[in-house]
């Protein structure tokens, strides 16, 4: 051990504000994570009267001042060398414990933690200690000798901070993930906090969630909790308040009129008359008041969160308040989560078939860096944290933080301890229905820590393959909890399948949906692990997991109160990594007790079919006789009681086929019936079972689905852009589940898609003759909406190919044909796009455009792709397949089908940021106006027969006409100012770019070219070096604009003398070069035809210029009138230098630009008058 000098007594503050010479004050700390010190150990205790943190030395005296007088600090900032009475004194005038909270020290993080852990042990700091290797071995000293009684170290506890804090914690505002410069600050700043502890591994492990969450605290907030109140009603505006008068003035009037003469009541109606005017008035300001706030209410709410607003649109309403007492829910989770048994030895029975001993071990070594990472990029950064606050945001974002986890976790494995933190969860009660009050109307939901969480993931991961290697999960029979089997699709497809054949064959089938009555609360530990043991788990695996349920504790927070920690000595929780899997290995011991007693169906093809099919606690046997069926019954309710385990008849079901005909026969679980689906339908697996043992009633259930979907997004005062995202983020996925799983002609599909197509219709603006094509498809503009036939299309061909090419071989040799109608098949489709695909494989990459050889990304081969890669090549040639189609339509339309012919233009892709952003009317034009679907005068004479004259001038009216066409436009200059609307936003890029070019430092003639290499140890920079300047523009410093803007342009007399006026020109002095630019915004269909117009007028100048030395370019660039920017625009761009968001940017801003100037040009189509000057 190294001896260490005195140290001075400081109270440290946060390493953001701290000295270097502070930061040289603090003692020297274990290098090596969960080392133990040696002699000295600093106890830090905190003053009942101050609140202030101080450092006690128990093997040297503290030194101090002359005048016995310490640097004192205060939580406020202030700091002095005075005494703790000076500090007192600063506290008292200055308030600054009003609200008893410290400032972010170092020493604090230690003190509270240890109180948030509700530990009777001190808080101390070692300041002697060792300096070893961090990374090897991974080994830990044990710390007992050093430590003091705890009796001696005891501090006072603060049970209300203890109780607030100990289930649930409001969650703290951390910054978002593309913060990078925050999070690396974040990511110092907690490794130099952690590093200081001392102690074991685990106590670190018990400290580090309390440090994180303060540090975060303290630094960026929290939110706070909503308070279960309801907020008070608002004031009365005065509007409403002389309603209120009104309605009393006209009730006395009526009153007074049933007692009035004859002559009097003529008055009397002339009052009542006024006041019904007044109040008719009032009233509809206050209802236009009343929609206005619900509009901005509903608006307000989706942009807080999208997908909650629209999950609340389409569930059902789910509220409540628990009214439950404390002693009543604590003697209701005791009860649920006590096991009188659990000290009773479960033994598996002998009569199950025995397995093989492993022929691939399990892997104990502690955790790899890599899995920790796999683990923690994998996880929902959404995810809500357990008790200490941490969410997975922080470690996906602090690598340092989660290394410094990893090594923790290296030396708790070995030592096979699971700190106390995880095995504690924080739980919240969810309401099942609507106004719930009592607890059977909650479900529960529980929270871990999710560094437990992640330690015990690497397990589980570890685990699952060792049981899919040495093949001792059946994945014909339970396919839950291992990697690569889409469980749900697969058995449900071949239970529907063996349906289906057994009624066509005229075949019997007898199939048993069994329930277990709370599966996941009842399922014994000792049942765990006997499953462990047989499956030849290795004892450290077992040992770690053992640990972890031997202490589980849980509580649940209510608005009002948070109950006490409840043990679970019985089942296991939902949120916790281990459970699932560890539960589908005990039921796989209960199925193989059971499955051997009768055999399963057999195929045509000879194949012998499995006699159950579980995914976790959901069972179906599927048999051939009614006495197998009994018999497996039996089996299954003796291992199941066996197990300690309940069957729920009442929420069980038979479906009985004898010769192809579906029969009552009754099979009782004892002496309860297990109810037929004739008499109560059951859903299994996400799909309903009725008597008619077909999919036409859930059919017609999805078009209802669909049809009060679109009526329910249609009610809200949300606009038309965000209904389209509620459809195409909410509707759609929730229609996509059933569409997949049950039996839907495409015809029936195409006929949802219509009852879609009207509602996207009204809610963009676009009248119902425009096609589809223009919604859905690919073309020139493409819109962020998917079509509901090409979805299903695209989900039938992925099931299909999911069956076929799964690893269950009784699926894949048995996969069963999808029913989709004669109009189109899904193994057809499938077939159709294999064969394109490996026809593509023959014919090898094609390129396009003018590149060379292999400048074109690599596509992959169909022929050497994985499943799953196979999978998604398929779906993708099944949309293009769909999109091939749109676009033969589209050229058989005359008139929505013009753009088809359009050469030169880039196609536009509007993306939902951009959609949200743009208004409806502009949403609209854009649309109408490419596929030409605008009132134009000459649509209108197509459509209803009216006058086709321009009202302009005599000639017939087209859109075109109306755009470019005009003669009395262009001589007003309608025209002319569209086309400088353009000028400007392209010339303002370029002259961003011109100037940013000229302030660089003189470029060198020869520059040289170095690469930096980075030395051993060292880490590669987060922020690599910017690149050099790229383009023509880089070449020269002293480059110059004129633009035709204004005033008239005057060509540069050093260049050429001209009469012609190009938009731009710019030229460098120094390279002698010049850019003569000229801008047309034509009707699309003519870009070509302008491009070698501006072309041809401009050559004879540029010869004039390379005459007199110059180097001289033309660049003709346009711009379509609505909205669609030329190739040509791009490459001008590209030369000069711009490239990545500013090309996009600029292109964006051009687009735009000819898109309002065009948008304005069409409302004033009737207005002689032209009067706008800029």
Not at 486 to 509: F, N, P, V
Not at 529 to 545: C, D, G, K, M
Not at 1123 to 1141: D, M, N, P, W, Y
Request: include cysteine.
């Amino acid at each position: 051990m190294l001896a260490v000098s005195d140290a001075v007594s400081v109270c440290w503050r946060h390493p953001l504000s701290a000295t270097e010479s502070q930061q040289r004050n603090i003692p020297l700390e274990p290098a090596r994570a969960g080392a133990q010190d040696g002699s000295m150990t600093d106890h830090m205790v905190t003053d009942p009267g101050t609140e202030t943190t101080t450092s006690r030395n128990t093997a040297h005296e503290t030194t101090i001042t002359a005048a016995g007088l310490t640097l004192q600090a205060c939580s406020c900032g202030w700091e002095r060398v005075t005494s703790a009475r000076g500090l007192r004194i600063h506290q008292g005038r200055k308030r600054c414990l009003g609200e008893q909270r410290q400032g972010p020290r170092i020493d604090q993080y230690f003190l509270r933690s240890s109180q948030s852990n509700q530990s009777n042990e001190a808080q101390r700091r070692d300041a002697n200690q060792s300096s070893q290797s961090i990374s090897t071995p991974v080994t830990e000293e044990d710390n007992t000798s050093t430590e003091m009684p705890v009796d001696e170290l005891t501090q006072p506890q603060r049970p209300l901070k203890q109780e607030k804090i100990k289930g649930h914690r409001p969650s703290v505002k951390w910054p978002k993930a593309v913060e990078k410069r925050e999070w690396e600050t974040i990511n110092n700043d907690l490794t130099k906090i952690l590093e200081q502890q001392v102690g074991t591994a685990e106590k670190k492990l018990e400290r580090m969630g309390d440090i994180i969450y303060h540090y975060g605290e303290e630094r960026f907030g929290v939110n706070e909790r909503r308070s279960g109140k309801t907020p008070p009603a608002p004031a009365k505006s005065r509007r409403q308040q002389e309603i209120e008068i009104l309605v009393r003035e006209r009730r006395q009037l009526r009153k007074q009129w049933k007692k009035a003469s004859d002559a009097e009541r003529e008055g009397l109606m002339l009052l009542q008359a006024d006041i019904k005017c007044r109040l008719a008035t009032l009233r509809r300001a206050e209802n236009l008041r009343k929609l206005r706030r619900k509009k901005e209410h509903s608006r307000t709410q989706f942009y807080k969160n999208p997908f909650k607003f629209v999950k609340d649109l389409f569930a059902k309403e789910k509220c409540g308040i628990l009214k439950t007492p404390k002693p009543e829910l604590e003697e209701h989770l005791e009860k649920v989560h006590q096991d009188m048994k659990r000290h009773e030895q479960i033994i598996i029975p002998h009569d199950i078939p025995p397995i093989q001993p492993p022929e691939f071990n399990l892997d104990t070594d502690p955790p790899k860096w890599r899995e920790v990472e796999n683990v923690v990029r994998r996880a929902r950064a959404a995810s809500a944290p357990g008790p200490n606050g941490v969410p997975y945001k922080l470690y996906k974002n602090a690598p340092d933080v989660l290394r410094f986890l990893w090594r923790l976790m290296r030396i708790v494995w070995q030592k096979e301890i699971i700190p106390k933190a995880w095995r504690r969860a924080g739980g919240v009660l969810i309401p099942k229905e609507k106004d719930a009050t009592d607890i059977s109307q909650f479900r529960p939901i529980s929270l871990l820590n999710v560094e437990g969480k992640i330690f015990f993931s690497i397990i589980a991961q570890r685990l699952s393959t060792y049981l899919e290697r040495n093949k001792y999960i059946d994945t014909s029979v339970q396919k839950a909890g291992i990697p690569g089997f889409s469980g749900c699709l697969e058995h449900t497809s071949m239970i529907w399948h063996q349906i289906q054949t057994a009624k066509k064959d005229k075949r019997d089938l007898y199939v048993i949906f069994l329930d277990l009555a709370n599966a996941f609360g009842s399922v014994p530990h000792e049942l765990l692990w006997e499953s462990f043991n047989f499956f030849h788990v290795p004892e450290p695996i077992t040992t770690l997991v053992k640990a972890y349920f031997q202490d589980l504790q849980l509580c649940f927070t209510t608005p009002d109160f948070t109950t006490t920690w409840q043990r679970l000595e019985v089942g296991i929780m939902a949120g916790c990594t281990i459970s699932p899997l560890a539960f589908t290995m005990a039921m796989e011991v209960i199925i193989r007790a059971s499955r051997w007693v009768v055999g399963g169906e057999r195929t045509k093809e000879g194949l012998r079919l499995p006699p159950i099919r579980a995914y976790m606690d959901d069972m179906t046997t599927l048999t051939t006789t009614a006495a197998c069926t009994r018999r497996l019954l039996a089996k299954l309710q003796d291992n199941i009681k066996w197990a300690r385990m309940k069957i729920k008849p009442s929420k069980s079901r038979s479906i009985s086929i004898v010769k192809g005909q579906l029969k009552d026969v009754r099979f009782c679980i004892g002496d309860d019936p297990i109810p037929t689906v004739s008499e109560q339908p059951i859903k299994s697996l996400g799909r309903w079972y009725n008597e008619s043992l077909r999919d036409k009633d859930q059919v017609q259930q999805v078009r209802q689905d669909i049809a009060d979907g679109l009526e329910n997004i249609n009610k809200t005062l949300l606009p038309g852009r965000l209904k389209l995202w509620c459809l195409q983020f909410g509707l759609l996925p929730r229609v996509m589940w059933p569409l997949t799983v049950y039996e839907v002609p495409i015809t029936t599909v195409e006929k949802m898609e219509r009852t879609i197509t009207s509602y996207v219709k009204k809610w963009l603006g676009v009248p119902r003759c425009l096609s589809n094509i223009g919604l859905y498809g690919k073309g020139v503009l493409e819109l962020p909406l998917t079509s509901l036939t090409e979805e299903y299309k695209c989900s039938k061909v992925r099931l299909q190919m999911t069956l076929k090419d799964s690893k269950d071989q009784t699926i894949s040799k048995a996969a069963p044909p999808l029913q989709t109608g004669r109009k189109w098949t899904s193994s057809k489709a499938v077939q159709q796009a294999t064969s394109a695909l490996r026809h593509q494989d023959i014919v090898g990459n094609i390129q396009h455009g003018r590149g060379g050889f292999g400048l074109a990304a690599s596509k992959p081969t169909f022929h050497k792709a994985t499943t799953s890669e196979r999978r998604k090549l398929v779906v993708k040639e099944v949309r293009r397949q769909e999109e091939t189609a749109r676009s033969a339509k589209a050229v058989s339309l005359a008139k929505q089908g013009q753009w088809t012919w359009w050469e030169g233009l880039e196609r536009r892709k509007i993306n939902w940021s951009e959609l949200w952003q743009m208004e409806a009317s502009n949403i609209s034009f854009i649309i109408r106006a490419v596929y030409d679907v605008l009132p134009s005068p000459k649509n209108l004479h197509q459509w209803y027969g009216e006058d086709s004259t321009c009202p302009l001038c005599p000639a017939p009216a087209t859109l075109r006409h109306i755009m470019t066409g005009c003669k009395t436009s262009l001589s007003q200059g309608r025209y002319t100012w569209r086309h400088n609307q353009v000028l400007k936003s392209l010339a303002a890029a370029l002259e961003t770019k011109r100037s940013a070019t000229n302030s660089l430092p003189p470029k060198t003639s020869n520059p040289v070219k170095t690469t930096t290499f980075i030395r051993e140890g060292q880490k590669r920079p987060k922020y690599p070096p910017t690149k050099p300047e790229t383009g023509h523009l880089a070449m020269a410093r002293d480059w110059k604009m004129l633009v035709d803007i204004g005033q008239q342009l005057i060509f540069p007399p050093e260049i050429a003398s001209t009469k012609l006026r190009p938009d731009m020109v710019l030229w460098s002095p120094s390279r002698k070069a010049v850019y003569i630019i000229e801008l047309t915004v034509p009707w699309e269909n003519s870009v070509e035809e302008a491009y070698e117009r501006k072309k041809l007028r401009y050559t004879e100048l540029a010869a004039d210029a390379t005459q007199r030395g110059w180097n001289a370019k033309v660049w003709p660039v346009e711009v379509g009138c609505r909205g669609f920017v030329a190739s040509s625009t791009i490459r001008l761009l590209k030369e000069l230098g711009i490239h990545g968001q500013a090309l996009r940017q600029t292109v964006r801003a051009v687009s735009q630009a000819a898109e309002r100037g065009s948008q304005w040009i069409w409302i004033k189509r009737k207005d002689p008058c032209w009067a706008i000057t800029s």
